[in-house]
């Protein structure tokens, strides 16, 4: 069964206190790995896209890496407007004609000045 | 470019009641899902629609069902209403041009069951 676990559950963080939020996953083959920053009572908004072991993306503080079993955010020297929920998503290469998102439950980081 | 847009913001019913929620889907998306986000747990996916038509459920009653207009936007209707139907209920799009996989949510429907 395709599944996420997302880890911390909750991260209490410094401004400028630099960490890693974990995303392990089981896929039957993974076409995408997706993650979203969350607000209270809002939307996920999108942060990055991943397809393949190896592969990288930046924005801002942020950076997103994937292996073959896990994907790190990396948060550099972050700030009290980072404090958010942030949900990792997987998609599956053999899921059907959709390309629905499995998620995990996210890690809400608090990050005080 | 307007993003995806979900009516009403919140709502509260009553068990047994009905309810229909909107979405109009990001400018340029024909594809529109619809995920149930329980309070401190992920969205959940509860189906997708394109060309107007359902192509893929995930594990909700028949009481959840939809319906996708010709201009794209989508509705959920969920029937006989239990006081575990409280969520949030997103919506989200996604088109065919690149970036072909990501899904852009909306800001979601807050339902409440009493």
């Known amino acids: 069964e395709d599944q996420v676990t997302q880890s911390p559950e909750a991260l209490r963080l410094q401004e400028g206190e630099s960490s890693s939020l974990n995303c392990s996953y089981t896929v039957s083959g993974l076409r995408g790995l997706f993650w979203y920053r969350q607000d209270p009572g809002k939307g996920p908004e999108f942060l990055f896209t991943?397809?393949?072991a190896g592969e990288e993306k930046e924005k801002e503080r942020l950076k997103a890496t994937l292996t073959k079993k896990e994907s790190f955010l990396h948060i550099t020297a972050p700030k009290p407007e980072d404090s958010a929920t942030y949900l990792c998503?997987?998609?599956?290469?053999?899921?059907?004609?959709?390309?629905?998102?499995?998620f995990g439950t996210g890690t809400l980081l608090a990050v005080q000045p | 470019d307007a993003g995806v847009t979900q009516s009403p913001t919140h709502l509260i019913k009553t068990r047994g009641q009905q309810v229909t929620l909107r979405c109009s889907p990001k400018?340029?998306?024909?594809?529109v899902s619809w995920y149930q986000q329980a309070l401190g747990q992920g969205p959940q996916f509860i189906f997708q629609y394109y060309e107007e038509e359902e192509r893929q459920r995930g594990n909700f009653p028949d009481r959840f069902s939809g319906h996708q207009f010709p201009n794209y936007s989508s509705e959920l209707n969920v029937n006989a209403l239990l006081l575990g139907d409280s969520a949030l209920y997103l919506c989200a799009s996604v088109g065919r041009a690149a970036p072909f996989d990501t899904q852009y949510f909306g800001p979601g429907t807050r339902l409440t069951v009493l």
């Open positions: 400018s340029g998306h024909d594809t």
């Open positions: 991943l397809y393949s």
């Open positions: 998503a997987v998609q599956a290469r053999y899921g059907g004609a959709t390309n629905k998102l499995i």
